[in-house]
């Protein structure tokens, strides 16, 4: 299994410009979620996934759109860039959504660091 | 979310034990513990987590208070690979739909392992 893999691994974009940063996970995970971590900050919850076709709004939502077509993979579009989005962005997987049961561990990816000028 | 409490930073010397507390005073009755933690320059990975037992793996311990108002992570024999951000963090259990599934990360806190 390649666990979680996220592409790029760096990007920088121009105030204004869109893109999308990839996540997929290879564990048949139905729960899908993408954090920011800002310099010497914990992580904050951006948007989350149950399952394919269903997702919902995190912490700090303004400014991505999420969408789940398949189990495997869960994008994270940015529609206009700001320099507010610098940041490192993890997207992590479950086999179900966190609560106490033995295989509820969300796994993590390595990450994206997006820069915006 | 129930908050969590942590310091924001601790040392060790290697080979040594290591308690993280955590403290957690408004906890419902049904929230988990669960501890991650994370190196320098990845992502967060898990480490343990319990309700209101002890609860030991190959990575840790976690020692819940008896009023669960707070829990200790126990590194047993710290390494210099253990140096990392530890994030204890609350979670309530499955319930169904779509508004539940929010980890909530705090501070965490920065253990140093000296040599």
């Known amino acids: 299994n390649a666990g979680v893999t996220q592409t790029p691994k760096f990007q920088v974009l121009k105030t204004g410009q869109s893109m999308t940063l990839q996540c997929a996970q290879d564990m048949n995970h139905e729960y899908m979620s993408w954090y920011r971590q800002d310099p010497g900050m914990g992580l904050r919850l951006i948007h989350y996934s149950v399952g394919a076709g269903i997702t919902d709004q995190g912490e700090v939502p303004n400014g991505y759109n999420v969408s789940r077509s398949t189990t495997e993979d869960f994008p994270l579009r940015l529609l206009s860039a700001a320099p507010s989005q610098t940041s490192v962005y993890f997207c992590?997987?479950?086999?179900?959504?966190?609560?106490?049961?033995?295989?509820?561990?969300?796994?993590f990816g390595p990450g994206t660091r997006l820069t915006v000028l | 979310d129930a908050k969590t409490t942590q310091p924001n930073s601790m040392e060790s010397n290697e080979e040594e034990p290591v308690h993280l507390p955590c403290n957690h005073s408004t906890i419902s009755g049904t929230d988990y513990i669960h501890w991650y933690r994370q190196l320098p320059s990845q992502g967060p990975e898990y480490v343990i987590h319990g309700l209101t037992s002890n609860v030991n793996n190959r990575m840790a311990s976690l020692a819940i208070a008896e009023d669960r108002k707070s829990s200790t992570l126990i590194l047993h024999r710290a390494t210099l690979r253990d140096a990392a951000v530890y994030y204890c963090?609350?979670?309530?259990?499955?319930?169904?739909?779509?508004?539940?599934?929010?980890?909530?990360f705090g501070q965490g806190t920065i253990l140093t392992v000296h040599p």
């Open positions: 992590a997987s479950s086999l179900s959504p966190p609560s106490g049961t033995s295989w509820d561990t969300q796994y």
């Open positions: 963090i609350l979670r309530g259990p499955r319930a169904g739909g779509t508004s539940y599934g929010k980890l909530t």
